[in-house]
Nanobody, 126 residues
Framework: QVQLAESGGGLVQAGGSLRLSCARSGRTFSRYAMAWFRQAPGKEREFVAAINWSGGSTNYADSVKGRFTISRDNAKNTVYLQMNSLNPEDTAVYYC???????????????????WGQGTQVTVSS
């Protein structure tokens, strides 16, 4: 079993920064592609960023490109999402997701991911 635990959410003013963390436990010896999704009130869950198992390949939603950075530390089984230049449209619950994938890629669709965290709230005030 794989467990994911997000942390780092909170309240920040527009223009500010936050760093989210996602710690993975359980079957840590496998290679996992990881991603961040978010869901705002009344909206569907949307893709934010993804990273392959080695950290050598990443992908971002157009809405966060240039502002957010996904990274990982496999020694710590942790994935990060550095969020800069936040704006109120970034307000959402942010979810970490994982899928066992030893290839060089990742997925951008939520249905490909097998494991999900409980989410962490990010609120950006104007």
């Amino acid at each position: 079993q794989v467990q994911l635990a997000e942390s780092g959410g909170g309240l920040v003013q527009a223009g500010g920064s936050l760093r989210l963390s996602c710690a993975r436990s359980g079957r840590t010896f496998s290679r996992y592609a990881m991603a961040w999704f978010r869901q705002a009130p009344g909206k569907e869950r949307e893709f934010v960023a993804a990273i392959n198992w080695s950290g050598g390949s990443t992908n971002y939603a157009d809405s966060v490109k240039g502002r957010f950075t996904i990274s990982r530390d496999n020694a710590k089984n942790t994935v990060y999402l550095q969020m800069n230049s936040l704006n109120p449209e970034d307000t959402a619950v942010y979810y970490c997701a994982a899928v066992e994938y030893s290839g060089g890629g990742y997925y951008s669709q939520a249905y490909n991911y097998e494991h999900w965290g409980q989410g962490t709230q990010v609120t950006v005030s104007s």
